[in-house]
């Protein structure tokens, strides 16, 4: 029973991640759950549709007849906006959104990537509220009405902007009371984004060129090498930011990673495969840009970005043998 009474929660996004937080959210059923998406997406999919999440211990979950409208009709009175969309659709769900939210409207992001938090931040006043989710469940579209939930452990939040920190922290425990989500909440969101920004930076791009599931990646001749070089990249990117990440942490931190999420695909090569657009300018792109605000050297970086570009570009799989021994070059390479 909620604590605080009947909310109403939006959940903005009906990929992987948006339909395996209104599967989970769904089991408190006090609240009134509404999933939303694009117009093109509705229409490709239908408007009403059935949504299976199957567990990691392999049990099915169906939600029949679950209604999805466009973002466009966000309801204003929603007491929680969760959005969940590939970062390269934020500029256009802003534009479909900023005149219906409040400014003292309570937001959480559960995205990958950086670059585009200030832009929602915008959308409220100090009196509102935005926070940001750094999510670690792996989760697997297998198609537009079944997700796969590959494992992993909770999702961080903590605030970005507004000065009701308790206020939003009550409202979310209340909320997620029930889901059998695993939150946790950080005094320093900026730090846990960062962390997981730098582990998708190594393992997203690499899995997708070579078109290997994340295990795979320790299997390569230079991996330590590359993760040790790679690391500098990342601590002196962190640093540039205003963010302290300790190099052996992260080596540690990108092997636990690797080893418990071995049998997955990362979503980077899941997009490839699927001839979606990657993140990657929200990714490893931010971490270039943030490079060149000061003048720093990205190599790395930029290396796996403009690989990752030249196959976006090409409109296909790139399974070639030259690509993925031009990438195991460039890992054995030192600058």
Not at 152 to 157: D, Y
Not at 221 to 235: C, D, G, K, L
Not at 298 to 305: S, T
């Amino acid at each position: 029973m909620s604590k605080l009474g009947k909310k109403k929660i939006a959940i903005i996004g009906d990929g992987a991640v948006g339909m395996f937080l209104y599967c989970r959210l769904f089991k408190n059923q006090d609240n009134e759950i509404t999933l939303y998406a694009e117009k093109e997406t509705i229409n490709k999919n239908l408007k009403e549709r059935q949504i299976t999440l199957i567990s990691s211990e392999k049990n099915h979950e169906t939600h029949n007849n679950v209604k999805i409208k466009p973002t466009e009709e966000l309801d204003q009175d929603t007491d929680l906006i969760i959005i969940s969309v590939k970062t390269y659709h934020i500029d256009n769900l802003i534009k479909q959104i900023k005149d219906i939210i409040k400014p003292h409207s309570k937001i959480i992001s559960i995205m990958n990537g950086m670059g585009y938090q200030e832009k929602l931040a915008l959308l409220i006043d100090e009196n509102g509220s935005y926070w940001c989710g750094v999510n670690t469940y792996g989760i697997t579209r297998l198609d537009d009405r079944v997700i796969k939930h590959e494992g992993g452990e909770h999702i961080i939040m903590g605030n970005y902007k507004g000065v009701n920190k308790k206020d939003m922290e009550n409202l979310i425990k209340d909320i997620f009371n029930g889901s059998t989500l695993n939150i946790k909440f950080s005094d320093d969101i900026k730090y846990e984004m960062w962390k997981k920004l730098a582990i998708n930076a190594f393992i997203n791009p690499i899995t997708s060129i070579l078109q290997i599931r994340n295990g795979e990646l320790k299997n390569i001749e230079s991996y330590n090498n590359f993760a040790s070089n790679f690391a500098n990249e990342i601590v002196k990117a962190a640093k540039l930011d205003n963010v302290s990440i300790d190099k052996e942490d992260y080596i540690n931190e990108l092997s636990n990673v690797i080893d418990k999420t071995a049998n997955n695909k990362s979503s980077m090569l899941q997009d490839i495969e699927n001839d979606r657009e990657t993140e990657i300018n929200h990714i490893n792109g931010f971490i270039i840009t943030i490079c060149d605000r000061k003048g720093i050297f990205r190599k790395y970086n930029l290396l796996l970005f403009s690989i990752m570009i030249t196959i976006v570009i090409s409109g296909k799989n790139k399974k070639e043998d030259h690509m993925k021994e031009l990438i195991k070059g460039i890992m054995k390479m030192e600058f």
